[in-house]
T-cell receptor, first 116, second 112 residues
């Protein structure tokens, strides 16, 4: 079974709808991240969480919210979806290491979201 | 603002040759740099990490160099194989900033 799972894998929705993307991990990692990927652009960080009570905004948090329900679960919500939120969304995890923030990130398979 | 550049055009290499991918950055002093591989329809997969005080790192057929003066990292795949075809991403990070800054990736195509 995959260590980092995302649901749904594909979603088509309409402008103004509320959407929730879910991420679960079995790696036992404290840190979880949500990114979006657009063609020709690098991954951009939306939100990150270092534990259940620690949630932080990333580079492009406007229009998004998150919930860390448990160590293993981190969900991303679009309260009122708009077409420019059409993108590929990735959840990732990383371990807390003695070397600080240098640990590798483990990614889920992604959710392709289309907002019409 | 911080900027990372990777070749936007696909790199076509003959099987058996060495593939070299470039990652250039500006307005940033990273503490480390990571390289990932991404296959179509999948999330990135970590390959190598190199720290600012390291010049070179190797793993099997992979080699990464990091030149903080030139603000550049080179990623080499020796004896390339068609299975190495993928998009390769570089990402920079700092000790005091937990966010990685990502390049857009370079698509590598290894032809038999």
């Amino acid at each position: 079974d995959a260590d980092v799972t995302q649901t749904p894998r594909n979603r088509i929705t309409k402008t103004g709808k509320r959407i929730m993307l879910e991420c679960s991990q079995t790696k036992g990692h404290d840190r979880m991240y949500w990114y979006r990927q657009d063609p020709g652009l690098g991954l951009r960080l939306i939100y990150y969480s270092f534990d259940v009570k620690d949630i932080n905004k990333g580079e492009i948090s406007d229009g998004y919210s998150v919930s860390r329900q448990a160590q293993a679960k981190f969900s991303l919500s679009l309260e009122s979806a708009i077409p420019n939120q059409t993108a590929l969304y990735f959840c990732a995890t990383s371990d807390r290491t003695t070397s600080g923030s240098r640990s590798e990130q483990f990614f889920g398979p992604g959710t392709r979201l289309t907002v019409l | 603002s911080q900027k990372i550049e990777q070749n936007s055009e696909a790199l076509n290499i003959q099987e058996g040759k060495t593939a070299t991918l470039t990652c250039n950055y500006t307005n940033y002093s990273p503490a480390y740099l990571q390289w990932y591989r991404q296959d179509p329809g999948r999330g990135p997969v970590f390959l190598l990490l190199i720290r600012e005080n390291e010049k070179e790192k190797r793993k099997e057929r992979l080699k990464v160099t990091f030149d903080t003066t030139l603000k550049q990292s080179l990623f080499h795949i020796t004896a390339s194989q068609p299975a190495d075809s993928a998009t390769y991403l570089c990402a920079l990070g700092g000790d005091s900033n937990y966010q990685l800054i990502w390049g857009a990736g370079t698509k590598l195509i290894i032809k038999p």
